[in-house]
């Protein structure tokens, strides 16, 4: 049996530890203040969706407010949101799921029946992997300083052009609320980032990057000066080309130039967001494209960034070219069959010389569009 009186303590604590008043609770669940009133002094239970959505708020789990268990007590160590974790890690080995081990000196191993083990380090689950060799930007920033520093720093102009991404993300994010999300190949979190301020339903959201370095960060900079309550972050040091991750799990893939940075394994990585996507949900992402393989501009840049590049690159980059018409096959190939691009701004025209203007970040002059692909089973 409930105590619906001992319910009622405990929910006026964790509102509390919070600094929340009644009616600021309320706002957040959607309730009205006289229904948080009615929990606190007993005289009623709140329903399983918002007792859900209380333990999201509060970051405790049901159990803790329905029967005092302090599986998540402050004493223990360990942030609740490993936990949640076991519903959705398998082995990257042999894909048998795991579970968290906690060990007597504290240290937090995830584990699988064939004894895989991967430790927690930093609050991050390292699967040992490493940035793609040669490349390894993660170098660029030395410390969390630098780190912080570039969160803060303005975009490249040529990247910012045409419409605001982040409301063409936001307008679809909010339309969909999805409780699970996973960020694939997420390096600092850039566009997530804006979306993660305005989140205001509960949701856990899955950050994944070859890096072990940037996501320690990461979680530093999601979990202090950029907060939002309603936001549980994950963060999983793997290969987004094989996702450590349930089949089927999760509510939205959301990339931000993340498939491609993945390079040679850009094909992998997408098809591994069809795999844990639930059927009938979307992966939202950006993409740079050239316009079409038929236009003179895109042909004209093209040639121009192919002769400015060694043998090697060259190989690379003619992958890299893709326009829409091809963008929109690989979706369909993926499993996603419906697809909706937006076009965020187009290319720049090319210039009238023999020499290609950009050093580095060679994508400046490409088009830009969002894509929405939507996974149906065939
Ligand atoms: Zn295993």
Redesign the pocket.
Known sequence: MIDKLEVGKRINNLRNNLNYSQAELAEKLAVSTQAVSKWETGASLPDVEILLNISWICNTSINAILEGDNFFDENINIDRDLFHLNKFLI?P??K?QMKLNIQKNDTLIYE?D?N?QYYVVDGVVDFRTREIPGEQWSLSYRNYEEYLHEQYWPCNPNYNRGINQSEVIWEKISELRPRVILDIACGTGQGIKHQIKRINWPVTIIMVDLSHRILKWNKIFYSTEWKNPYVEMIYLACDGANLPILSESVDLVFSYSGYESMQAKMFDGFREANRVLKNEKHTIYNKSVIESFESKNSKKWMNLLLSSVNEEEKVWWKCEFIDIERWLNICTTSGFLENKSIQIYGELPAPDCDTFPFENEMAQWMAEYIFISKKLRA
């Open positions: 082995c080995k042999c048998k699988c064939n895989h």
